[in-house]
């Protein structure tokens, strides 16, 4: 039996921490317009919130504790990258990037530039709105 794809069909969570929580959520929700899909506060220390999309097979954790100074991110390579198929949803997506006050920035790699808008979050971090699909 092939158990090559056992993962396939996972749910992926890409989680980390920050030292601005309120700031970094209103980046992913109110410019990426990920919907927030739960949320806990003074767990073990630990305050959360899970972004991200219903029926999508992902979300985005961001955790801050009050004991651990999280920092910003260690390069402009450290990439979120979204591909967006649809030119006119695309299109939209940037568009709320910069109704909610995120301008965009070059890219460290010039590549992302060629079809896409890159936006630093709060901490650092880079998220790429990458025009197209992506495909192996």
Request: glycine share 10%.
């Amino acid at each position: 039996m092939n158990k090559s794809h056992d993962l396939g069909l996972a749910h992926l969570r890409i989680a980390r921490p920050t030292d601005k929580l309120a700031e970094v959520v209103q980046f992913y929700r109110d410019g990426l317009g990920l919907q927030v899909l739960g949320e806990f506060k003074d767990h073990q220390d630990f305050d959360g919130v899970m972004l991200g999309h219903k029926t999508g097979g992902y979300h985005l954790e961001f955790t801050h504790n009050r004991r651990h100074h999280a920092g910003r991110a260690p390069t402009a390579e450290n990439l979120l990258v979204l591909y967006v198929p649809d030119t006119d949803a695309w299109t939209r997506a940037v568009a709320r990037m910069d109704t909610a006050g995120h301008q965009s920035v070059k890219p460290f790699n010039p590549y992302w530039d060629k079809h896409g808008k890159t936006f630093e979050d709060p901490d650092g971090y880079r998220v790429v709105l990458q025009k197209g699909s992506w495909s192996t």
